[in-house]
């Protein structure tokens, strides 16, 4: 089993309810963790510099000036996550819908499988709505399609392990969405470039009285616009696609 430098990213925005805990537990896992404030208003800004002034050099804090989305959030995450010379990333949001007790099992699969990425793959409890539920296999569908495959089981789940290489490297090649969208469209990249997925169950949970970011308009005309940009660049990679796939 080979020696990875991972740490934690985790995007804030107006999200303090589970902060102290969540930062606690990663640091429990002995994870240096990378904190990104999206411009938060609330009481997020103190909690983060007083995370950072408790683990000292094990937390740093980024911040954007003004909201920019989920999407910009872990993208600087994990340019900065290269700049420190981390080999993996740790994506775990802050709302406390993920069950943290599984990070370890996210960090054996990095572990086993390097080149891979982790993506987790929500077992959800009674706390989904029917709406929220069904919605999300729009965005499946899409991505199965991009992807000319099912090797990416759940795109939207932002429970995963990065491999900070290809992922940065994607980055750097693709604008990609702000938002929501960068959940999906950054797996989708990586699975034209060659990266293997491992898809991780994990219980997901809304929490009661929760605060949801989601902007019905704004937020699935974005991924409309990220599904059929990506559809284009699927038709443009069709022959490679269709040969991988037959190839296997």
């Not at 390097?114 to 409890?125: A, E, L, N, T």
């Not at 469209?185 to 293997?196: D, M, R, S, T």
Request: proline share 6%; net charge positive; with cysteine.
């Amino acid at each position: 089993m080979c020696k990875l430098r991972i740490g934690a990213v985790v995007p804030v925005y107006n999200h303090p309810r589970h902060l102290l805990r969540l930062v606690h537990h990663l640091r429990e896992q002995d994870l240096p963790v990378i904190l990104i404030d999206d411009g938060s208003s609330d009481e997020c800004p103190a909690l983060m510099a007083q995370l950072q002034h408790i683990h000292a050099d094990h937390v740093h804090v980024l911040r954007h000036p003004c909201n920019r989305g989920k999407g910009a959030a872990v993208r600087s995450g994990l340019l900065q996550a290269e700049s420190l010379g981390w080999s993996h990333v740790l994506q775990v949001d802050a709302d406390g819908q993920h069950h943290w007790p599984d990070v370890p099992r996210f960090v054996a699969q990095a572990q086993q499988h390097p080149q891979h990425m982790v993506i987790g793959k929500p077992v959800f409890d009674a706390s989904v709505s029917k709406t929220r539920f069904y919605g999300r296999y729009a965005t499946h569908i899409w991505v199965w399609i991009n992807t000319l495959s099912t090797d990416i089981q759940d795109s939207m789940c932002g429970f995963r392990v990065y491999p900070v290489a290809p992922a940065c490297a994607q980055i750097r090649r693709h604008n990609m969405d702000e938002r929501m969208g960068f959940d999906s469209e950054i797996l989708v990249y990586l699975h034209w470039y060659g990266v293997k997925f491992i898809n991780l169950p994990t219980p997901v949970t809304y929490p009661s009285g929760g605060v949801s970011h989601f902007l019905p308009w704004r937020d699935n005309l974005n991924l409309s616009r990220t599904h059929a940009k990506l559809f284009f660049g699927m038709l443009w990679r069709l022959p490679m696609l269709l040969s991988r796939r037959l190839g296997r």
